[in-house]
């Protein structure tokens, strides 16, 4: 991992200090990083999941996007993922929901990974 993306890994951990992070380098020096039993809001069933991302190795002058929830997260409601949900599809062999949530005005100053991942958590909840 380049030593940008090693820092970015270490703020997810202080960030959601009572979860699970698991990280694993790419072969380009980015980092696949999944984040475990987060709440997502009580609009989806389960009310938490996992969610999956890649830290680039061009971090942080790239963003992390997008993200990705258990594939077998639902609405509470029954109906449809809306929009900014896609699939179910696959990432690293797991079918997954991806979360799109791109941040047109990405600051590498001032936008970390754990910042994005706090601000697509708190979409998802008031969806």
Same mark, same amino acid.
């Given at each position: ?13 202080? @960030? ?6 698991? @990280?694993?380098?790419? /072969?380009? +020096?980015?980092?696949? &990083?999944? &984040? *475990? ?29 997008? *993200?990705?929830?258990? +594939? ?7 109906? /449809? *993922? ?46």
């Amino acid at each position: 991992m380049t030593p940008d993306v090693m820092v970015a890994v270490e703020e997810i951990r202080q @960030a959601f200090p009572d979860h699970k992070v698991d @990280a694993e380098e790419e /072969p380009q +020096g980015g980092a696949y &990083v999944v &984040v *475990h039993e987060l709440s997502i809001g009580d609009a989806y069933v389960p009310p938490s999941s996992w969610v999956g991302f890649l830290i680039p190795f061009q971090y942080p002058r790239a963003e992390v996007y997008p *993200h990705f929830i258990d +594939g077998a997260v639902k609405r509470a409601d029954g109906g /449809p *993922h809306g929009g900014g949900f896609s699939g179910p599809t696959s990432w690293r062999d797991l079918s997954v929901i991806q979360v799109s949530r791109k941040s047109n005005r990405w600051d590498s100053l001032s936008d970390t990974a754990a910042t994005k991942l706090a601000k697509v958590l708190d979409w998802m909840r008031s969806e």
